[in-house]
C-alpha cells in the first residue's frame, strides 16, 4: 500500500536554530499537507499544498510540494519554545474516494 | 464554531471487553474519519464515513467497526479487547468538495489504555 517515508523521526535543537524535515512516497499525491500536533492535542493542519512545484509560507513556517509530486518539504525558521511537537506530513491523492496518508511523524524538542 | 468533539477523552477496559468512542464533526461536515494513534505507528486510518456510508477502510481486524447517524455524529467500536489496543483514537471531520484535499479537522482523541 501507500507510504509516506517521513524524517527525521525526532530533532533536538536549540531555540533560535532552523529546522528542517522531509516526506517522501513512492506514489503521487495531488495535495501534500503538514500537521502539527501539541502534547494532548489533536494534530492541527499548518500548510496544505496543492500544485507541484507550490511554496507556500505560514508565518515561520515554509512547505514545498515536490515537482515529481512525491515529496514535500517543512521549514520552521527561528524556532521558539511553542514549536515544539510531533509534524505530520500527509499525502492525498485527490480523489474523494481515497484515503489520505500520514506519515509517522517528527518529533521536534527544543533545548533550553 | 464548534470543533470537533470526542467522548470519552479517558478510559480503561480490560482485555476482552468492548468499547464505544463517540465523535461530533463540526457543523456542516459530512465525512467523519478515524485514525489510531500509536508511540510507534504514527496515525494509522480506520476508516472514513460519508453520509452514513462506509467510504474507505483502513488495515485493522473485524473487531474494528464504526458508523456514521444521519447528523453525521461518528461512533467506533472495539471489540474483545487486546492490550495492543492501547491508543490515542482521533476523530477528523471535514466538508468533502469535488476532491478529496486532505484538510482534516481532528477532535482532541480519546485515550484507551487496556488491561
Known amino acids: 500500500g501507500q507510504q509516506l517515508n517521513q524524517s527525521p523521526q525526532s530533532m533536538f535543537i536549540q531555540e533560535g536554530e532552523d529546522v528542517s524535515m522531509n516526506c517522501t512516497s513512492s506514489?503521487?499525491?495531488?495535495?501534500w499537507l503538514w500537521y502539527k500536533q501539541d502534547p494532548g492535542e489533536g494534530p492541527v493542519l499548518l500548510i496544505a499544498l496543492y500544485k507541484a512545484g507550490e511554496l507556500t509560507s505560514n508565518g515561520r513556517l515554509t512547505a514545498q510540494f515536490g515537482i515529481t509530486r512525491k515529496d514535500s518539504f517543512l521549514n520552521i525558521s527561528a524556532s521558539i519554545p511553542s514549536d515544539v511537537g510531533i509534524y505530520f506530513c500527509?499525502?492525498?491523492?485527490?480523489?474523494?474516494?481515497?484515503?489520505?496518508?500520514f506519515g509517522k511523524g517528527t518529533r521536534l524538542h527544543i533545548l533550553p | 464554531k464548534a470543533g470537533v468533539t470526542q467522548t470519552p477523552r479517558y478510559l480503561i477496559k480490560t482485555r476482552g471487553q468492548q468499547v464505544t468512542l463517540s465523535c461530533s464533526p463540526i457543523s456542516g461536515h459530512r465525512s467523519v474519519s478515524w485514525y489510531q494513534q500509536t508511540p510507534g505507528q504514527g496515525l494509522q486510518f480506520l476508516f472514513e464515513y460519508f453520509s452514513e456510508t462506509q467510504r474507505n477502510k483502513g488495515n485493522f481486524p473485524g473487531r474494528f467497526s464504526g458508523r456514521q447517524f444521519s447528523n453525521s455524529r461518528s461512533e467506533m467500536n472495539v471489540s474483545t479487547l487486546e492490550l495492543g489496543d492501547s491508543a490515542l483514537y482521533l476523530c477528523?471531520?471535514?466538508?468533502?468538495?469535488?476532491?478529496?484535499?486532505?484538510?482534516?479537522?481532528f477532535g482532541e482523541g480519546s485515550r484507551l489504555t487496556v488491561l
Open positions: 500527509a499525502g492525498s491523492p485527490g480523489d474523494r474516494d481515497d484515503k489520505i496518508i
Open positions: 506514489s503521487i499525491f495531488n495535495t
Open positions: 477528523a471531520s471535514s466538508f468533502p468538495g469535488q476532491l478529496n484535499t486532505g484538510e482534516l479537522f
